[in-house]
């Protein structure tokens, strides 16, 4: 949700946002007008029945001139409640304005890289793509996923899950020595919270509802972690607020198909460490990049080639300000493909959740939150395709040997 003020006192900024974020708002303001009008004619009308409820007793025209008020002003309220509707709707559907430096475009394509780092390995053979090498060592099993749930869950197994279990650890671990705040989160959450971090009514596609609950299954812990100061009035003095969590994820990946969704890369359900912000407007550009610098120290010390890219304006979801992705190189693939997103999203989430922090001198005001991916299932399946040797075997990176017990993962015997 963008500032109603804003929206009232520089309508023409708005109007030009949308355009060039191609958001289908009617920017009619008749609607508006609309409101205001029949507003002040229902205002009007409930003036008007509060002074005749006192005459009604001892005067019969004013019972009869009431009964009469009394159905106008029910038209009118109906009317008035139609309208308000129409212009929440069009209020939810407005997309965040956009920093000065994000790039024109209508997909990732145009994304703009910012920096290469890393060394893209070179091998003497032909590389496999980390599917094979999952069932080369028995560590990942799609086929039994697909038995017991549904084809995109999955099961780490064995030295996989040692994998995945040391990864996740040793991230949480560094995120806490840079002054994240350590949470174990619900794996549900309401409409509400859907709504307030931006998910609904944009990525509605994208989410697994309870049947006949008001609770649908996160597709990330931003949903929850942000959601947890809805309506709270923070300490300024407090500020910044770093959070993180590790949950499983649920998306339903509506039009995945091709080459992109063998394997694990895109999934219905995944693990993911995300890193959350809760800072003074002014600050929440040194946090976005903070969180930036965290994604990419975690990934060198994995030893992962990877890029960094400023998200272009048809790659933005409606919620952010600007984004960062990482793009981690994956031998088996061929390219790079992305692993984290960071995104500075304002007080997009902090007004339609009502979560403001109080100054020392008593103002107040809306927080601007981050949110950022630490980490998630596709740096393990990195790894994999990035450190495979011709037998099949994958070499640990050294970061993780002490939290595995392992350094090399060979293929099971024959």
Request: proline residues 4%.
């Amino acid at each position: 949700m963008i500032d109603l003020k804003l929206l009232r006192e520089n309508a023409e900024l708005v109007r030009a946002n949308c355009i060039r974020r191609h958001c289908p708002i009617d920017f009619d303001v008749l609607l508006e007008r609309l409101y205001r009008e029949i507003n002040t004619e229902v205002e009007d009308l409930r003036a008007k029945r509060n002074r005749l409820s006192k005459e009604c007793k001892d005067n019969p025209a004013a019972r009869d001139e009431m009964r009469l008020l009394r159905d106008e002003l029910g038209r009118k309220e109906a009317v008035l409640t139609r309208t308000q509707e129409k212009l929440q709707a069009m209020l939810d559907r407005l997309p965040n304005l956009l920093a000065d430096d994000v790039p024109d475009g209508n997909d990732d394509m145009d994304n703009v890289e910012l920096r290469k780092v890393g060394t893209i390995p070179v091998f003497d053979f032909k590389p496999r793509d980390h599917q094979e090498l999952g069932e080369m060592l028995d560590i990942l099993d799609t086929a039994r996923g697909a038995k017991v749930a549904a084809a995109g869950f999955y099961y780490w197994k064995g030295k996989g899950a040692q994998l995945a279990q040391a990864l996740y650890f040793w991230v949480q671990k560094e995120l806490i020595e840079r002054g994240f705040t350590l949470f174990m989160s619900p794996c549900l959450a309401k409409e509400r919270t859907l709504y307030g971090t931006g998910y609904l009514p944009f990525f509605a596609d994208q989410t697994f509802n309870l049947d006949g609950m008001d609770l649908a299954l996160i597709g990330t812990s931003e949903q929850t972690l942000v959601g947890y100061h809805a309506d709270d009035v923070l300490d300024a003095a407090e500020l910044p607020l770093r959070y993180t969590a590790l949950t499983p994820c649920f998306r339903t990946e509506a039009g995945s198909y091709g080459k992109a969704s063998r394997g694990i890369f895109r999934v219905h359900q995944f693990h993911k460490v995300e890193q959350i912000i809760f800072c003074k407007p002014e600050d929440s550009v040194k946090y976005h990049e903070e969180c930036l610098a965290n994604e990419e120290y975690l990934l060198q010390k994995l030893g992962i080639p990877y890029h960094v890219v400023n998200v272009c304006v048809g790659d933005l979801g409606a919620p952010g300000y600007k984004k960062y992705d990482i793009e981690a190189w994956f031998a088996g693939f061929g390219a790079y493909r992305e692993v984290t997103s960071n995104t500075n999203l304002t007080s997009f989430q902090s007004r339609r959740l009502n979560i403001r922090y109080k100054a020392a001198d008593g103002t107040r005001d809306f927080v601007h939150t981050i949110s950022a991916t630490a980490m998630t299932d596709r740096a393990i399946i990195a790894i994999l395709e990035n450190n495979q040797r011709a037998d099949g075997s994958v070499v640990i990176p050294e970061v993780l040997r002490p939290f595995t017990g392992f350094d090399v993962i060979e293929p099971k015997k024959a």
